[in-house]
């Protein structure tokens, strides 16, 4: 699932010195891209001496989408848990719900914030362009209504030991940018007896057509350089929109949903080239979002760091999971 490749002479190849993995994708004439191979790991299956579970489920077979479930080992005695639906990163064209790093991460989340996770493994850009991604969101959050809402009949994890009163939509990335999205959506459908209580939303992708002081300053950054930021955006984004479509660029129109989404936490650092345009993404929640104040928006922003660092720092990822925590029990 990591690996995509299409037919037909390349555009262009990929920088060597490069350590991005944005760099290393490589574009067809045909609009498919080939996807740098990247570790993959498959559910734990039913192994007693783990402690985490998990288990891969199909969404829409025909989509080829689906979701991987995970769940703490040994549950808690007699008490319903938070679910989190969670969208991986990628900017929208690379990684899968089976990327070791997302993973792990969903693993340590169950681990230290004793919750079910939900990770959607969506349609990928530009063989699927935007907004297909954000219907997948939303088609994982109806599988959900339908799994906890049949007094018992659903998956055995969700249906036995899911809260529907305390659910959250989360992402990293571009996996916080459909997250966001997914809520936007959400706004106009009836979800009984599913209750979304909060957005989580770390390192935001959201983009614009005029740069930012920190977009400026990335052009040699590792893990996202401007170029990379740039070429991900023209294959995610719908064929002819510019960067500053309401995919990308959320503050250039705020929507009239935005006052019925639930508590939103947003999380970054200063390391990231797009820490601009997360600032001013949490300034237009405070102004306009729910209940119209800053109550509506809990904004957690570090010095230093880098985009995914909770990937391959585990100090960033302890913080960031401590916050989640935090985060959730004040929701509830």
Same mark, same amino acid.
């Given at each position: 699932m990591e690996n995509s490749s299409g037919s037909g002479a390349q555009k262009s190849l990929p920088s060597t010195k490069s350590t991005s993995l944005f760099l290393q994708i490589v574009?067809?004439? *045909?609009?498919? +891209?080939?996807?740098?191979? +990247?570790? +993959? &790991?498959?559910?734990?299956? *039913?192994q007693p001496d783990a402690d985490v579970l998990s288990r891969d489920v199909p969404l829409n077979p025909p989509n080829g989408t689906w979701l991987r479930i995970y769940r703490p080992n040994p549950l808690p005695p007699a008490a319903k848990l938070p679910v989190i639906i969670y969208f991986h990163g990628g900017g929208f064209v690379v990684f899968s719900s089976g990327t070791a790093f997302y993973h792990a991460f969903c693993e340590a989340m169950v681990r230290h914030v004793s919750a079910l996770v939900v990770s959607v493994d969506y349609r990928l850009a530009p063989e699927h362009r935007l907004p297909a991604a954000y219907e997948d969101a939303a088609e994982a959050v109806l599988w959900l209504r339908s799994q906890l809402g049949r007094g018992g009949g659903g998956d055995p994890w969700l249906a036995r030991h899911g809260d529907a009163s305390r659910c959250f939509l989360m992402g990293s990335s571009s996996g916080a940018n =459909?997250?966001?999205? $997914?809520?936007l959506l959400l706004?106009? &459908?009836e979800l009984h007896p599913v209750k979304f209580t909060g957005l989580i939303l770390n390192q935001p992708y959201f983009g614009g057509e005029e740069m930012t002081p920190s977009e400026t300053r990335s052009e040699e950054d590792q893990i996202l350089p401007l170029r990379a930021n740039q =070429? &991900?955006?023209?294959?995610? &984004?719908?064929? @002819?929109? *510019?960067? *500053?479509?309401r995919f990308c660029n959320p503050v250039a129109a705020v929507p009239a949903e935005l006052r019925h989404l639930p508590m939103c936490l947003v999380t970054g650092c200063e390391g990231d080239p797009l820490v601009d345009r997360q600032?001013?993404?949490v300034e237009m929640m405070e102004k306009e979002g729910s209940g119209g104040g800053a109550?509506? +928006?809990?904004?957690?922003?570090?010095? @230093?760091?880098?985009? $995914?660092?909770?990937l391959l720092d585990p100090e960033w990822a302890e913080t960031l999971i401590a916050e989640v925590r935090a985060f959730v029990a004040s929701a509830c």
């Open positions: 574009e067809h004439p *045909d609009g498919t +891209v080939t996807r740098p191979p +990247v570790p +993959v &790991l498959p559910p734990s299956g *039913d =459909m997250a966001y999205h $997914a809520g706004t106009a &459908l =070429m &991900l955006w023209r294959l995610a &984004l719908p064929e @002819g929109a *510019d960067r *500053d479509h600032r001013q993404f109550t509506a +928006v809990v904004a957690k922003f570090r010095e @230093g760091g880098f985009h $995914a660092a909770e």
